[in-house]
C-alpha cells in the first residue's frame, strides 16, 4: 500500500490530537534536511556575533605557545583531510599565525595523504603573511606512509624518517634541521587531527620519549582526548570550531572560526528543539494511546 | 602474467629497494661515522643511560609480566579443560538471528571492518568474528560483501572468508570480488559503503572495527534501508552513533571478546578470563587508592617516590 | 613451515618491539630502527597491491557490463588520470592540485558536511526519553549541546555542560578505555605468543 494511503487508513480512526501526536512524532527526514540547512545558512549571511567565551583547555593550548621564545621549534603535524578542513583550518592557520608572530620555527608533516595539499596551502599562506623563508623559519617534511613508524622513528632521527622533505630536497641541506633532529630537541609538538592520531603522539611521542604536546581536534574526537588534559599527558586542546574561535579571539586573529561560531550555535539550538518536538510527539502519542485503549 | 606472481614480484620490488635504501643510508652513515666517529661516541656516551632496563619504566615492566602471567595461567586452565563463564552478550546472540534474516529475504550481508590497518587490535578482533559470520553465511548459503579501506586488512579477509567457507564445505561460495578495496580515504570509504548499501540493499550490516566520524553516515544509511544492523567498536566518541542507529552494539572490549564469544575456543577463553581479572585488580587499586587518598594519603606520589 | 614460520617470525619481531621499550641497549635500539624501516617498506608495497585490487574490481565490471558498470568506468578513469597528471607534471604544480583543490577537497568536505544533516535526524529520531536513563541521558546532552556554543553560554550553560564533561563522562570514559587497553594489551600479548592466528587467515 502507498504511504499516504497507509498513512490515510492508520489516521482515519483517530482523534485530531492522536494524528498531531503522530505527526510531530514522524517528520519526514527531508524537511529535517531542508530546516537544518537553512539554520546553518542564514546565519552565515545574517551574522549575530554572539560573544565567544575562552575555555580552560583552549588556553592551555594558547600559553603553551606563549610560553615559547624567538627561535624555539615545535613540531607541527597537518592530520586531516579535506573532509574536515571546514573545522581544522582555522586551528592550523591560528596556530601558524600565533608561532610565525612570536618567531617560533615551525617542521611540518602529515601523516595523510590528503594532507599533503591542505599542509602545502596553509603553511605558504600564512609564511607569507608574516613574511618567513622556508627552510630558515618553517619546513614541511611531506607525507610518509604508516604513522606508527613515523611518530616513532622522529624520536630518534627526524632526518632518518624524512631523508628527503616534500619539495625532494635532502633534509640534511635544510638550515632548520640542522638545530634538530628529535623530539628531545624540540620544545612542542602540535597535532591538528580529525582521527585518534592525537592519542597515538601522546603515547609514542608523549609517553615513550617525553615529548611536550598540544592538539586541535574536531569535537567529537575531543571528547576523547579530555581525560589525557585532565591527567596531564596533554599540555592543551582546541575542541572543534568553538575551540578555533577561542583561540581566534586571543591571538586578536578573527577567522572562520569565529565566522562560524553564530551557525554553530543555531543549529545546536535547532537540534533541541527538534528534539524536544519528538519528545512532544511522542508522550502525546502514548497519552492518545492510551486513551484509545482505554475506550 | 597471472595477478599473484605480479604481486609478488612488485613486493620483491619493494623489499629490494627498501633494502637498497637502507644499505645506502647504513653506507653513508659508516662514512659520517668514519670522519667524526669520536664525536658521535662522546655524544651518545653522553645521552644514552646505561643498564638493562630504564628505571622509571620497572612498574610497567612488572604490570607488563604479571599481566601476561595472569593470561597464560588462565590459558593452561582452560586447556586443563575447566568449564569458563562468559556472560551473555546481546549484540552477539543476534549474529545468528541476524545472518538468517538476510537468508530469508534472500539479500545479501555487508561487513565493515572498520578503518584502521590489520596491526590495530580492534581489525584483528572484526577479524575474528568475520570468520564466525563468514562460517554462519556459508552454512545459509547467504552472500557476504565486504568493502575494505586497507589492503592488507582485505586480503587477510578474503583469505579468513575462503577457509571458513571451506571450514562449512563450501568453497564454491567464494568470490574474491565480494571483498575488495575501495580507498585508503575516510569519507571516499563511507561514500563507497553507502552506495553499495543503496544498490545491493543488504538485509544485515555488520560494522564491527574502529570506526571515526563516518560512523553515523553509515548507520544512517543502513537504517533508511531498512537492514538489521549490528555494531562494536571500541572507538568510544563513535558508540553513541552506533548505539542510536543500530540494533545491537558491542561495547568496547566486547568487541575484544566477539570471536571468544562466537568460538568458544578455550585458548581465547582463557585469555579472556585473564583480563577480567586483572580488570578486577585494577578496580581494585581504583578503590583502595581513593579511600586512601580521603584520608590524605597519596599512594600514587608514594610509589613514584 | 607455512603456519609456522609466520607466527616464529612474529613472535621475534613481537618480543623486540616489547623488550626494546624498556631497555636502553643500543644493540636493540639499533634492531627496533631496522623493524622499524622494513615496516614503512611494506606499508608502501601495500599502498600498490591496494590500487591492483582496486583496478581490477572495476576492471571485471565495466569488462562484462555488470550494474553500475558507467560509475566504475570513471573510476578507472579518474585513477589513470591523476596517476598519469602526477607522472608527468608532478604532484606539486599544474592539473594535479587544482583537481584536489577543486574536486577532491569539495567532495570529501560535502561528504563530511551531511553528518549535520544526520545529526539532526538520528537525534531527532532516537532521543526519546522512553526510560528514566533515556530521559538522563537525553537531558545531559541537550545541556552539552547548549552549553559548548556562544549561545549556550549566553543561558549560563557553560560551566554546567563542562562539569558533565569533567566529570560524569570523564568517569565513563575512562572506564571504557581501562577495558579497552587491557583487551588491547591481551589481544597483543595473544599475538606475539601465537595464541591468536587470525592475521594468517585463519578461519576460526
Not at chain 1, 122 to 138: F, H, I, K, P
Not at chain 2, 120 to 140: D, F, M, W
Not at chain 2, 237 to 250: E, G, K, N, R, V
Request: proline share 4%; aromatic share 10%.
Amino acid at each position: 500500500m502507498a504511504p499516504d494511503r497507509e498513512t490515510a487508513a492508520r489516521n482515519a480512526g483517530r482523534s485530531r490530537s492522536a494524528r498531531l501526536a503522530a505527526r510531530l512524532a514522524h517528520v519526514d527526514r527531508r524537511l529535517i534536511f531542508v530546516v537544518v540547512g537553512l539554520a546553518v545558512a542564514l546565519p552565515l549571511i545574517f551574522p549575530l556575533n554572539l560573544p565567544i567565551q575562552s575555555s580552560r583547555e583552549a588556553r592551555a593550548y594558547f600559553d603553551a605557545l606563549e610560553g615559547l621564545e624567538a627561535g624555539d621549534e615545535i613540531i607541527f603535524s597537518f592530520d586531516y583531510e579535506p573532509d574536515t578542513m571546514a573545522e581544522l583550518d582555522p586551528m592550523s592557520m591560528a596556530t601558524l599565525r600565533h608561532a610565525f608572530r612570536r618567531g617560533i620555527q615551525v617542521v611540518a608533516l602529515t601523516n595523510y595523504a590528503g594532507g599533503a595539499g591542505i599542509a602545502e596551502r596553509v603553511l605558504s599562506e600564512v609564511a607569507a603573511e608574516y613574511d618567513r623563508t622556508y627552510g630558515v623559519d618553517y619546513v614541511f617534511l611531506g607525507y610518509n606512509p604508516d604513522y606508527s613508524a613515523t611518530m616513532l622513528r622522529m624520536g630518534e632521527s627526524i632526518q632518518r624518517t624524512f631523508p628527503t622533505d616534500h619539495y625532494r630536497t635532502p633534509t640534511d641541506e635544510l638550515p632548520l634541521l640542522q638545530e634538530v633532529d628529535r623530539y628531545a630537541e624540540i620544545e612542542l609538538l602540535v597535532t591538528v587531527t580529525a582521527s585518534a592520531l592525537a592519542e597515538y603522539w601522546i603515547i609514542w611521542a608523549g609517553g615513550k620519549y617525553g615529548q611536550r604536546i598540544i592538539a586541535g581536534n574536531t569535537a567529537i574526537q575531543a571528547v576523547l582526548i579530555y581525560p589525557y588534559f585532565q591527567a596531564g599527558q596533554l599540555d592543551g586542546f582546541l575542541g572543534g570550531l568553538k575551540g578555533a574561535a577561542e583561540y581566534e579571539r586571543m591571538i586578536e586573529v578573527d577567522g572562520a572560526g569565529v565566522r562560524g561560531m553564530d551557525a554553530q550555535s543555531s543549529a545546536h539550538v535547532l537540534i533541541v528543539l527538534f528534539i524536544l518536538l519528538g519528545n512532544i510527539g511522542y508522550f502525546l502519542q502514548r497519552r492518545a494511546e492510551r486513551a484509545e485503549g482505554s475506550q | 602474467m597471472s595477478r599473484a606472481r605480479l604481486l609478488i614480484l612488485l613486493m620483491a620490488l619493494g623489499a629490494c629497494l627498501g633494502a637498497n635504501s637502507l644499505g645506502s643510508r647504513a653506507g653513508a652513515e659508516a662514512a659520517a661515522a668514519d670522519d667524526d666517529s669520536a664525536a658521535v661516541a662522546a655524544a651518545s656516551a653522553e645521552t644514552t643511560p646505561s643498564g638493562w632496563i630504564y628505571p622509571e619504566r620497572w612498574p610497567t615492566a612488572i604490570a607488563t609480566l604479571l599481566f601476561g602471567a595472569l593470561i597464560l595461567g588462565f590459558i593452561a586452565r582452560a586447556r586443563r579443560g575447566q568449564e569458563l563463564y562468559i556472560r551473555r552478550i546481546a549484540g552477539l546472540e543476534a549474529v545468528d538471528e541476524a545472518v538468517g534474516r538476510a537468508t530469508e529475504m534472500g539479500r545479501p550481508i555487508l561487513y565493515s571492518p572498520g578503518l584502521d590497518p590489520m596491526e590495530e587490535v580492534a581489525t584483528v578482533a572484526s577479524v575474528n568474528i568475520l570468520g564466525q559470520v563468514a562460517r554462519r553465511a556459508g552454512e545459509y548459503e547467504t552472500r557476504l560483501i565486504m568493502p575494505n579501506r586497507d589492503p592488507i586488512v582485505m586480503t587477510v579477509a578474503q583469505e579468513v572468508i575462503r577457509e571458513s567457507y571451506a571450514a562449512v564445505g563450501r568453497p564454491d561460495l567464494y568470490d574474491a570480488n565480494d571483498i575488495y578495496y575501495t580507498t585508503q580515504s575516510q569519507f571516499g570509504y563511507a561514500a563507497a559503503v553507502c552506495g553499495t548499501m543503496m544498490r545491493e540493499r543488504p538485509a544485515t550490516n555488520f560494522f564491527i572495527g574502529h570506526f571515526y566520524a563516518e560512523s553515523l553516515i553509515l548507520a544512517e544509511t543502513g537504517n533508511a534501508t531498512g537492514a538489521i544492523q549490528i555494531a562494536g567498536t571500541d572507538s568510544d566518541s563513535q558508540l553513541p552513533f552506533f548505539i542510536t542507529a543500530c540494533d545491537y552494539t558491542l561495547i568496547g572490549e566486547e568487541l575484544y571478546a566477539g570471536s571468544v564469544y562466537l568460538s568458544r575456543e578455550p585458548l581465547l577463553l582463557g585469555a579472556l578470563k585473564g583480563q577480567d581479572i586483572a580488570k578486577a585488580f585494577i578496580l581494585a587499586l581504583l578503590l583502595g587508592g581513593t579511600i586512601l587518598k580521603l584520608f590524605g594519603i597519596d599512594i600514587g606520589t608514594w610509589l613514584r617516590e | 613451515m607455512k603456519r609456522t614460520g609466520p607466527v616464529i617470525f612474529g613472535f621475534i619481531v613481537g618480543m623486540l618491539m616489547l623488550i626494546q621499550h624498556f631497555t636502553p641497549q643500543p644493540w636493540i635500539a639499533d634492531r627496533y630502527n631496522n623493524v622499524l624501516d622494513w615496516k614503512q617498506v611494506v606499508f608502501g608495497v601495500t599502498l600498490i597491491l591496494g590500487v591492483i585490487s582496486l583496478f581490477f574490481y572495476h576492471w571485471k565490471k565495466v569488462e562484462q557490463r555488470q550494474a553500475g558498470w558507467p560509475y566504475s568506468l570513471l573510476t578507472l578513469a579518474g585513477l589513470v588520470f591523476m596517476i598519469l597528471v602526477a607522472l608527468i607534471f608532478t604532484p606539486e604544480r599544474g592539473p594535479y592540485p587544482w583537481m584536489f583543490d577543486h574536486v577532491q577537497a569539495p567532495m570529501q568536505a560535502t561528504m563530511f558536511a551531511l553528518l549535520a544533516f544526520y545529526v539532526a535526524s538520528a537525534s531527532y529520531r532516537a532521543f526519546r526519553a522512553r526510560s528514566f536513563h533515556a530521559a538522563l541521558l537525553l537531558i545531559a546532552g541537550v545541556l552539552v549541546m547548549l552549553g559548548r556554543v556562544p549561545i549556550g553560554e549566553l543561558l549560563g550553560l557553560h560551566h554546567l555542560s563542562s562539569w558533565i564533561l569533567d566529570y560524569p563522562n570523564m568517569a565513563a570514559k575512562r572506564g571504557v578505555m581501562i577495558g579497552v587497553g587491557l583487551g588491547m594489551t591481551a589481544t597483543a600479548i595473544k599475538i606475539i605468543l601465537g595464541i591468536e592466528r587470525t592475521y594468517l587467515g585463519k578461519g576460526a
